[in-house]
């Protein structure tokens, strides 16, 4: 505000004075003038160089601060592979540069005065010596003239040092508003279509048509094509890296695919919100993301005024009823930062139980259990069934365990479909799934 005020106010008086100087001496004038956009250029160099260094200043604190909640959030595997001095060094390294860039600024601004300063004077002290001769040698102007015109002079000085203060300032300012505006005005590149459809259930299947996709500039999925019936559940199997995860997040519109398409009962998934065809569907992934709130308002999560009766419903389908009921506080108790209060098994239930609670029409599940020990690994399974029954499923395991009963399974390869079938035909085979379940039966032997 300080800076638009100043740069309202003082171009007029500049303006006015610069006038009246005009009509008592042009020549004089002429001269200031000339000396005018000298120092306006020395002054905006100043000016852009603090509007770098405080862009930079900027960016740098928005690292550090991701840097120092990087490393907060991570502590414990800090200290136990004890990178302590590497964390440090690191935080150590940007902070200083921050330091050092801030006094950089500090010194440009402190050094604005100065310069202005001395720009100012020596302009007056040539105006005395060119206007000094102009009265006394070529007597074109008179000695009171003059002196009113070295008054106005100085006039102008203290609204020029002003506005290069102000302008500085502003550079600053404008600095830190094209940060803002970066974030703000990025491109969504997965924004609804004009004219979406709003799906509104769920009536026949989903299908690949002939997708490829990309991440960066290597294909993760090639000419992939797979239609999931309604009522059907279809595992996904392969090893790591395969592109199965891909998958998910391709359905779930994460991300668009580069060739083909992907259909929800024949409408392209380009065509229709993004909220409603996310609200088809539940996703229950490997890391079960919980919330530093209570179990219930974990459980009832996006879904709005859920009731105890709902919520504890849920709680029983996914096998977490009994251990949530053995807290001091139940549904109440509060699970820590990331649900750290609770074990693996017991987050990945209530997670369960956050799914089934939203009761979409097709589950996804992302290696659902790969995360857990056999024993919960049973419970959570048995979670899953209960979940799954009657719904459309997509399910990714890495376990072949726990696909077994599909109605169709996929084995992947970078990016492709190797065979499919049932768990008897892909047996029968003897390909490629026959030695993934051998492979992990000799696990177990081992
Ligand atoms: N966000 C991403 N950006 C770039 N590459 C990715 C990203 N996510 C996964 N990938 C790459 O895509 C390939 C398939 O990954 P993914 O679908 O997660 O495999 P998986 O079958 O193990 O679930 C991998 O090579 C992985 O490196
Ligand atoms: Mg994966």
Redesign the pocket.
Known sequence: MNAIMMIGREPLTLLFTLGAMFWISWKLTIFVLIFLPVSGFLISRLGKTIKNISGDIFALEGNLLSRIEETLGGIKIIKNFTAEVFFKSKFKEQSEEINYKNNVIGARMAMAGPLSEFLGVFTISILFVYGGTLVLLEETLTGGAFITYMGLAYQILTPAKAMAKASHAIQGGNAASERVRFILDAPNPLIDAEGAKVITGFEREIKFNNVSFK??N?Y?LKDFSLTVPKGKTVALV??????????A?LITRFYDVNEGSITFDGLDIRNVTTKSLRSQMGIVAQDSILFNDTIANNISLGVDNASEKDIIHAAKISNAHNFISEFDKGYQSNVGDGGSSLSGGQRQRVAIARAVLKNPPIMIL??ATSALDTESEKVVQDALENMMANKTSIV?AHRLSTVKNADLIVV?KK?SIVEKGTHQELIAKGGMYTKLVSLQSLDILN
Do not use: F, P, Q, R
């Open positions: 991440y960066e290597e993760v392969g090893e790591s890296g395969s592109g199965k995860s891909t998958l997040n992302d290696e990714i992947m990016g």
